[in-house]
């Protein structure tokens, strides 16, 4: 691979906000390890990583950190604040309260590799930035913008985008009137027509998928529709993990039928602009589900999983029918299928939920070991039986730790510490060798017995 044909997270940068007080940086630049080398994206000069493994204690920060990728995600989706952002920053620190916010995301797209940031504060963008990476060289500007005390703003671009006087008086506009504090420079990619602020809208909006622990797919019912290799792929998984179910499959079921009195309600609200020959995804009472508009007629496709009888016979169940440990690896299908075929990093928080051990272990050591990807599997989780040299490489583990006296999250990797490849990494970790663990020791002086004891002995 090479930065021509692929799209990739190589760096994420975040400080003053929630727990994070100084910045914290997750890299995916791969270090000068020789384990793994299938983990490793060339990409030109630099080497990037497959994934990134993040442990810590409850409360450290983990989920903290995947929330700062998503608000900065959201923040493009929108072009700019809907909200004061001060109620996002880290509070154990007096003097962050008139620091800003700052978000930093170096992603590879369209043949090179772009390094894009933001600094807010109060209701107000007040800087923002997008460079073409030089890496072995010098930075290049595409913009830098900053907002004044007034409330205006300043522009910079590259001097190609800001030699003719169309352009140099958009930029004079932007800059007194256009341009509001609280929008970001590229919610106006569209007036100034320069196709790096595109890619990176594109690379930010579409190429980072955030999976939360109650997130629920819903493009599963038209991939298994019209994907024949996903289906495959999915069933292929369904079996080999023995869940009981045989296969997915889909069930067209009436309208009416499936939606009963609410029928009229949902096709006056929502099927309005519905085309003949179209469908859409509808979350229904039932999850997500595929609405068709065919012969004038609607219908709806859902997601069913077959098992099989006592006497050979394949029965439908409903997925909502299907265990939690079920449901969550079908949430997980379609990311597993997406890190093998496309360019996309898939970012799950608290993967290990409601999968058991022994199957996260085997689905993730599957996935960690194919020979063949394009994307990249960020994720947070307790589970330590993942820690496991044999399925990830050194850079590839991280640790949020809380700092005691502080109070803030610290960001590292497992490479800091040089580890053995031979290193029991799990055993150590408990031991709270690498940090980023529950302090466990004081429990005992909780003295849960004497208090309760005490309660009985009070008067009623």
Request: with cysteine.
């Amino acid at each position: 691979m090479s930065p021509k044909d692929t799209f990739m997270l190589i760096r994420f940068v975040v400080s003053n906000f929630l727990s994070f007080d100084k910045e914290g940086e997750l890299t995916m630049i791969a270090s000068n390890l020789k384990t793994h080398k299938n983990h490793v994206y060339p990409l030109g000069k630099l080497n990037v990583l497959k994934s990134a493994a993040i442990y810590g204690a409850n409360g450290a920060g983990k989920s903290n950190l995947i929330k700062a990728i998503e608000y900065l995600q959201n923040l493009v989706e929108l072009g700019g604040l809907e909200e004061n952002v001060n109620q996002k920053k880290f509070k154990l620190n007096k003097e962050n309260e008139n620091k800003p916010i700052e978000f930093e995301i170096e992603f590879a797209t369209q043949k090179k590799i772009y390094a894009y940031g933001v600094s807010l504060h109060n209701f107000s963008v007040t800087e923002e930035w997008l460079y073409e990476s030089g890496l072995s060289g010098a930075d290049k500007i595409i913009f830098e913008r900053k907002t004044l005390k007034s409330g205006k703003s300043s522009i910079r671009l590259a001097d190609k985008h800001n030699k003719t006087d169309r352009q140099k008086l958009l930029v004079e506009l932007m800059e007194d009137s256009l341009l509001k504090n609280y929008e970001l420079l590229l919610g106006k990619a569209e007036s100034f027509k320069i196709k790096e602020l595109d890619f990176a809208i594109d690379y930010i909006k579409n190429n980072l998928v955030v999976i939360h622990p109650d997130s629920k797919y819903n493009s599963l019912v038209p991939y298994l529709s019209i994907s024949s290799s996903f289906k495959k792929f999915t069933n292929d998984l369904l079996k080999s993990f023995d869940t009981g179910v045989s296969e997915l499959g889909i069930e067209i079921v009436p309208f009416e039928k499936f939606f009963g009195e609410d029928a009229e309600r949902i096709r006056r609200e929502s099927l309005g602009n519905l085309q003949e020959g179209d469908h859409m995804s509808y979350h229904s009472h039932m999850g997500w589900v595929l609405i068709s508009l065919e012969k004038g007629k609607y219908s709806v496709k859902k997601a069913v999983a077959k098992h099989v009888s006592q006497e050979g016979l394949k029965v439908n169940f409903d997925l909502a029918q299907e265990s939690d440990g079920t449901q969550r690896l079908l949430d997980f299908i379609p990311a597993f299928d997406g890190i093998l075929r496309h360019d996309i990093t898939f970012i799950i928080d608290e993967i290990d939920q409601s999968l058991h051990p022994a199957l996260l272990k085997s689905l993730t050591q599957k996935i960690m070991s194919e020979p063949i990807c394009h994307g990249q599997l960020i994720f947070s989780t307790h589970e330590s039986n993942l820690l496991d040299l044999e399925i990830f490489r050194q850079d590839e583990i991280w640790f949020v730790e809380k700092d005691k006296k502080m109070g803030s999250s610290m960001l590292y990797s497992l490479n800091e510490f040089k580890p053995r490849y031979d290193l029991d990494i799990r055993k150590g970790y408990l031991k709270g060798r690498f940090g980023a663990i529950p302090f466990l020791s004081k429990l005992d002086d909780l003295k849960w017995q004497a208090t309760h004891e005490k309660e009985k002995k009070l008067p009623a």
